[in-house]
């Protein structure tokens, strides 16, 4: 057998292997670097108009709409002959309007 062939084809395949790990490693390196800066960039403010400009206080205010409208009682019309009750309530005249099942029942 001869030896230089094989001698040969092993320069080469760690050359390209090295070659391989190293363009593999700067491209890593350059690539977390990259996105380490974009992370750290502050975030861009949004272009005008800014119509919300207090996102959390705007939040706390949704919520408190959303909660007195599901807590209280009102009338929906001005005849008075719709009206919306706290979903508690709500939720209370469902389940007695239900007919009752057996516990035997509810577990199928």
């Given at each position: 057998?001869?030896?230089?062939p094989?001698?040969i084809?092993?320069?080469?395949?760690?050359?390209?292997?090295?070659s391989?790990?190293?363009l593999?490693?700067g491209t890593?390196k350059?690539?977390?670097?990259?996105?380490?800066?974009e992370?750290?960039?502050?975030?861009?403010?949004?272009p005008?108009?800014?119509?919300?400009?207090?996102?959390?206080?705007?939040?706390s205010?949704?919520?408190?709409?959303q909660?007195?409208l599901?807590?209280?009682?009102?009338?929906?019309?001005?005849?008075?002959?719709?009206?919306?009750?706290?979903?508690?309530?709500?939720?209370t005249?469902?389940a007695?309007?239900?007919?009752?099942?057996?516990?035997?029942e509810?577990g199928?």
């Amino acid at each position: 057998m001869k030896l230089r062939p094989v001698v040969i084809t092993a320069s080469i395949l760690i050359v390209g292997v090295l070659s391989l790990g190293l363009l593999l490693y700067g491209t890593l390196k350059h690539e977390l670097h990259t996105s380490a800066l974009e992370a750290a960039a502050p975030a861009p403010i949004p272009p005008q108009p800014r119509l919300q400009a207090h996102a959390p206080a705007d939040l706390s205010a949704l919520r408190a709409q959303q909660e007195s409208l599901l807590s209280q009682y009102a009338w929906l019309d001005a005849a008075h002959s719709t009206a919306r009750i706290p979903i508690a309530r709500a939720m209370t005249i469902y389940a007695q309007q239900q007919p009752k099942t057996h516990s035997s029942e509810a577990g199928r």
